[in-house]
């Protein structure tokens, strides 16, 4: 039987604590209640534990899911599709997944009842069996996988930024102990109980991805073209431009995760009235953000590199040497926010069965298992530090299906729009058109991980 949602006044929280929706415990300490009760379930979740949020404090955490890493990797992605093709995929990623974001925004109230996370909508939609393997496969590739890449992302960044800075004789350290150093402070912020508690871990990201995206412009502008610049597959064979295209549509396909924690992050606003408004206000500006970081990065680097731009373009750029050595510290606290936003849910999860089966959520079994998250999710970074290639791999097959088909498909399932309807003719556009990229990118960025891996020297 498909999962009805919570029970309208559960959801809503005026039953608990009038408009604000603040849901207060049933009891004054220990679990309290009765474990299998939705209500006291829910109240001891990361997502949903408090629903004290602002539509400010939603815009922070929406700019830090989606300005990621990933702008990055943009004029690499560039590289491969050319200036027609780069800029028609840039504009409708950018259109495609506000709209699809839309669908998601609308869809987390139904008849009063509250859909606090993107698979309980999933099972809203299909059932509860058949939505939790549409919808949670995806979705942990992206929320595990992101993790893994914004924990090489921050190993980088901090390797590269002691390599510019660091003054001669250095003692040199591999890519590896960055990692290591990067997951030590995560280790730090993963015990941070719940999304708000992340408020203002978010608006230091979100300010930093804004301030490392203008410095790779503005620096991508003042390198200038390289000597003779390529803008042409020309010095590719078939199968190496054609694989290049399809992992270049994963790339640009992973700056928009954002939609894996959009109702996660909808959940801490309060209800009555309407959660819509306020996150519709948080996700335009932040869709706002996004617009100027991805297209000056896109064009600048594109334009300065060519066919000769790195995956990271910071890597390209190079000089002046404290402002790119500034900007890698940057991405540095920039993914020490995101790598939160997307590990929450994932916690959200655990504890939820913890919850359910009576162990406690708090205290050191708490510190315990993030501990050994943070440190399993090392492990991997340092085994696959394949930044460009992960890029793609988790973009088309994780953020393809979650970003750009899977919203449009269950809001033709729940709102049945009319064939005379626009939402109709976009919605059914959208998913045939990007389960199609999703298969492409997927055997792209899969072949580009193999190709990396056959000449990279493990734990170094």
């Not at 929280?13 to 220990?30: L, Y």
């Not at 999933?122 to 992101?146: C, M």
């Not at 890519?175 to 109980?193: E, K, M, N, Y």
């Not at 301030?211 to 199968?239: E, K, M, R």
Request: with cysteine; net charge neutral; charged share 10%.
């Amino acid at each position: 039987m498909p999962d009805k949602g919570v029970d309208k006044k559960d959801a809503a929280g005026e039953a608990h604590n009038g408009v604000d929706g603040v849901v207060k415990p049933p009891a004054a300490n220990g679990l309290g209640g009765d474990l299998n009760s939705r209500y006291d379930v829910e109240y001891k979740l990361p997502v949903t534990g408090d629903r004290t949020a602002t539509w400010r404090s939603s815009a922070f955490h929406n700019v830090t899911a989606m300005v990621g890493a990933g702008v990055l990797g943009l004029p690499s992605a560039m590289s491969y599709l050319g200036w027609p093709g780069g800029i028609i995929v840039l504009v409708l990623s950018w259109v495609i997944s506000l709209y699809t974001l839309w669908q998601l925004c609308v869809l987390h109230e139904i008849d009063g009842k509250r859909f606090n996370r993107y698979h309980e909508l999933a099972q809203h939609a299909f059932g509860r069996t058949l939505g939790n393997w549409i919808l949670l496969p995806p979705q942990l590739i992206v929320l595990v996988g992101l993790g893994i890449t914004y924990t090489v992302t921050g190993g980088q960044s901090l390797h590269a930024a002691w390599q510019l800075l660091c003054q001669e004789p250095c003692r040199p350290f591999g890519l590896s102990a960055w990692i290591v150093v990067f997951s030590g402070v995560q280790l730090i912020l993963s015990q941070c109980p719940n999304f708000n508690a992340l408020t203002m871990v978010s608006l230091a990201a979100a300010v930093m991805s804004i301030t490392y995206s203008t410095i790779a412009f503005g620096a991508s502008v003042a390198h200038g073209q390289v000597p003779d610049v390529q803008y042409n597959l020309d010095g590719y064979t078939l199968p190496n431009g054609l694989f290049g295209v399809w992992n270049a549509l994963g790339t640009v396909a992973f700056a928009y995760g954002g939609h894996n924690v959009v109702l996660e992050i909808q959940a801490t606003l309060p209800s009555p009235p309407s959660t819509k408004r306020p996150m519709m206000k948080g996700v335009l500006v932040a869709y706002s953000v996004v617009a100027w970081c991805y297209s000056t990065v896109s064009i600048a680097g594109y334009w300065a590199f060519g066919n000769s731009v790195k995956g990271n373009i910071l890597l390209s750029i190079g000089t002046p040497v404290g402002l790119i050595a500034a900007a890698d510290l940057f991405v540095v606290i920039h993914v020490l926010g995101s790598y939160q936003v997307y590990t929450m849910p994932v916690f959200d999860m655990i504890e939820h069965q913890m919850v359910r089966h009576g162990i406690r959520n708090d205290g050191p079994i708490r510190v315990a298992y993030r501990c050994a998250y943070v440190v399993l999710i090392a492990f991997v970074a340092c085994s696959i530090p394949f930044f460009g290639d992960l890029m793609g791999f988790v973009g088309a097959l994780g953020t393809g299906p979650t970003t750009f088909w899977i919203p449009s498909l269950i809001y033709l399932v729940l709102k049945r729009p009319s064939v005379r309807s626009w939402h109709f003719w976009a919605s059914w556009t959208i998913l045939i058109l990007c389960v199609i990229v999703t298969l492409l990118g997927s055997i792209g960025a899969m072949r580009g991980i193999i190709t990396a891996a056959s000449g990279f020297h493990f734990y170094e």
